[in-house]
Structure formats: C-alpha cells, structure tokens
C-alpha cells in the first residue's frame, strides 16, 4: 500500500500542545501536512493557560523540517473557534482538516458533582468542537473537500463513574458526527469519531506503569491519521488503544409489533425479550431508518400497505 500523505493539506489539532493531540500534530506534519497547533495550554481541569505547550509542539515541527503556527485560543468559546479558523487562513490559505481533540476532566459523583463542573466539561468537549467545526463548515463546503474528527470516550460511549458530564459530551460528539456525516456527503465532507484510550496526564493516575508504556499515545495516532485522510472512512467509531483497533457502532433490534390490547405498560414489560431480541439488529444510516422500521413493522402486523 502507498504511503498516506497529507501534502498540500492544512491541519488544525485542538488542544495539541500534549497528550495524544501532540502526536497528532508530529505525525500530520511529519507526512506534509500544514498544522495550526492549538492549545490553551492550562491544567488537565482547565484552569490556568499559557504558550508554552503549543509553541514547544510548534518548534519541534518546524525543527524538522514541518510547518506549524501556534494557537493559544480557548475551543470553548466561538470566538475561539474562529480564530483558529483564522490562524489555519491567514497562515496556511485554507482548512482541510479539523481535528477536535482539546478535552479537561472535572470528575465527580453525578451527586457531588456542580453544575459548573458538569457545564464546563460540556462547554470544552461539545462545544468546543462545534465551535471549531462549525468556524470550518462553510469553508469545507465551499471548497468541497473536509475531513473532521470528533474525539469520544469509552466514558461517552458506555460510561464511567464520576464522569456524567464527560459521557454526557462524549456521546453528544456521536450525535454531532452522525448529522454532520448526512449534510456533509455531497461536499465530500467526512467526519469520524475517535475513542482513544493512552496514558496521558488524564489517565496517568488511574492505571500501573506497565500499562501506561503499553498505552502510549504513540499507538493511537495511526488510527486517527486514518480517519482524516483523502480515503477516510465516514461515520465511524473507531476505538484505538495499546495498538489495538475496532470499531463502535450503534446497532437497533428489528422489534416487535403489539397489538392495540397489548399497547399498555403491562403488555410491554411482557414482550421485552422479544422487543428486546438482537437477531437481525441493524446499524440505521439516519433517523428516518428507525421510522421506517418502525412504521412498516407496524404495518405488516396490521395488513396495512403503506404504498
Ligand atoms: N487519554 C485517554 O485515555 C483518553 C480516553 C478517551 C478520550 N480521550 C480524549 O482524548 C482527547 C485528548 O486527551 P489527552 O488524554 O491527550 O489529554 P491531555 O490533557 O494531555 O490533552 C488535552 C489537551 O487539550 C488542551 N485544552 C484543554 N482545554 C482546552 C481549550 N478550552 N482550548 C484549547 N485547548 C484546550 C489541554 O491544554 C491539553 O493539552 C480529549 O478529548 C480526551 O477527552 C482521552
């Protein structure tokens, strides 16, 4: 297989200035990309900032031979969103790449936890990355040519204790991507969802130090160069940890169809193992999948022809 390049493509990495956004960054320039290396450059809650992080990603690039422009922006903010648009404009004369990666952890019990915090974690992940995608959109579309990551969690996706507002915006960020991948098709306008899991200074405290060497950052990376690549897939949820990688997805079973005196509380509790049955379950490409599903379940059960 020939080498996947980026050449002539412009890049923007959120929250690159460490972690797993960093290597990113490395591996998009290292293969001719050019790269706006976005970071606040606070603590892993959020607070504090500063340059240093993404000016340090920046020098290493541009030492070996890459291009890159620091951003010190906050995602969480439209205007920051723009901005970063513009820094990859006024830098680079385009945008083809977004990758959404900037994240912070407030963790708390749901009965501990403060709103403030649980907002917080929504208003970097969530809206961040629509700040950020959106700030592109037009752009992308304009030129007929994307390619976004969105960054999800096995948090989002299955869920944590102490992270609801981290699963909360994690899985939001699924449901961003399964619109956007609809009203992006004819631009060429492919947008994917990484959930990575690596040892980074979000995750350093939680496991052993032989699972943190096994968990480098390092061994993610390939996964999501992929999803933003000229022959990126579309729509999918690509899990990657350790060197190891598989995809998500979010399957519905056929179902069943009750009759109007089974129609109560009762006659559902009654059906769930059928209603329940994953033989046959379907992966939907819209939410117009489900209703049909559901409308011509129902019309077959009632010898109703739907035209
Ligand atoms: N490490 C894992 O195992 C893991 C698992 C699932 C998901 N993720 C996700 O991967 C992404 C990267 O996480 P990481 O593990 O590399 O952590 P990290 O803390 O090293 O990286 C996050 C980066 O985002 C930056 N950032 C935070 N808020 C920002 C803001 N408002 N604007 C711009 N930059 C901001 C930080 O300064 C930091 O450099 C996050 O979205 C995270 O939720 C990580």
Not at 69 to 74: E, F, P, R, T
Not at 77 to 97: L, M
Not at 128 to 155: F, N, P
Request: hydrophobic share 40%; proline share 2%.
């Amino acid at each position: 297989m020939s080498e996947i390049r980026y050449d002539g493509r412009v890049a923007i990495v959120t929250g690159a200035g460490g972690g797993l956004g960093k290597t990113y960054a490395l591996m998009l320039a290292s293969r001719g990309a050019s790269v706006v290396v976005n970071d606040l450059g606070g603590a892993s809650d959020g607070t504090g900032g500063g340059s240093s992080m993404a000016d340090e990603v920046v020098k290493q690039i541009n030492e070996s031979g890459g291009k890159a422009v620091a951003n010190y922006d906050s995602v969480a903010s439209p205007e920051g969103g723009e901005a970063i648009c513009k820094a990859a404009v006024d830098n680079f004369g385009k945008v083809d790449i977004v990758v959404n990666n900037a994240g912070i952890l407030r963790d708390k019990s749901f009965l501990k936890m403060e709103l403030e915090d649980f907002f917080r974690v929504i208003a970097v992940h969530l809206d961040g990355s629509v700040h950020c995608t959106k700030a592109v959109w037009e752009l992308m579309r304009d030129q007929g040519y994307g390619r976004i990551a969105l960054t999800t969690s096995s948090s989002g996706l299955y869920g944590n204790f102490g992270q609801a507002n981290y699963s909360a915006a994690k899985m939001g960020l699924v449901g961003l991507m399964n619109t956007l991948v609809i009203e992006g098709l004819k631009y060429d306008i492919r947008v994917n969802t990484l959930s990575p899991c690596a040892a980074t200074r979000m995750t350093e405290d939680l496991m052993k130090p032989e699972v943190l060497e096994l968990l480098a950052p390092a061994s993610v990376t390939a996964g999501l160069l992929y999803l933003v690549s000229e022959d990126a897939p579309n729509r999918a949820i690509l899990a990657a940890g350790g060197g190891t990688f598989a995809r998500a997805a979010i399957y519905e079973t056929p179902g069943i169809h009750l009759k109007e005196e089974d129609c109560t509380p009762e006659g559902v509790a009654a059906h769930w193992d059928a209603i329940t049955a994953t033989e046959g379950q379907t992966e939907y490409q819209s939410g117009s999948d489900q209703t049909v599903n559901l409308l011509t379940t129902a019309a077959r059960s009632l010898g109703i022809d739907l035209g």
